[in-house]
């Protein structure tokens, strides 16, 4: 993956109010009630992809779940990225009681979930049980098949790490 990551900065402003009570007497308790939400993009000149290759494990249904991340390149870099999110966060926190912050990466043409299928000569057994899946979830009955389809799988973890120059 060498696409360059997008990696986003977001704080929400918050309180919690609580409701009067109904007709009945009952309370519904806290409201959670966003007063503000804000994202920024993190800047930084370039990224280098710096993930482990993969290698599947021995399976011919795999689903892989990825994970991104990324890392500074330098010392340098590090306090940059340090600043940029003090600077996001002194600039928002303060608007309600609450605040959340978060960073969340994208990375453009990758997903969270992949299925693979590792033997181009598939067993017709396997490419059938894939079939009558897609088939049973148009029609919305697949909940039981689901399942036996999750025990055919096999699961992997994949890590895509960028390291950033700001």
Excluded at 59 to 87: L, P, R
Excluded at 100 to 128: D, R, T
Aim: net charge neutral; charged share 20%.
């Amino acid at each position: 993956m060498n696409a360059s990551p997008m990696i986003k900065m977001i704080g929400i402003s918050y309180h919690y109010h609580r409701d009067q009570s109904n007709s009945e007497g009952n309370s519904s308790g806290d409201q959670k009630l966003i007063s503000n939400e804000k994202e920024e993009n993190l800047l930084f000149s370039h990224s280098r992809d710096i993930s482990e290759p993969l290698v599947l494990i021995n399976s011919e249904i795999i689903k892989i779940y990825v994970e991104k991340t990324f890392i500074s390149q330098d010392q340098n870099s590090a306090s940059n990225i340090q600043k940029q999110i003090q600077s996001f966060r002194a600039q928002y926190e303060s608007q309600d009681k609450y605040f959340s912050f978060c960073l969340k990466v994208a990375i453009p043409g990758s997903q969270e979930k992949y299925l693979c299928f590792q033997n181009n000569n598939m067993q017709s057994e396997s490419k059938f049980s894939l079939w009558l899946f897609i088939l049973l979830s148009i029609f919305g009955m697949s909940t039981c098949y689901l399942l036996w389809f999750e025990k055919q799988c096999s699961n992997q973890n994949y890590k895509i790490v960028k390291s950033l120059v700001c």
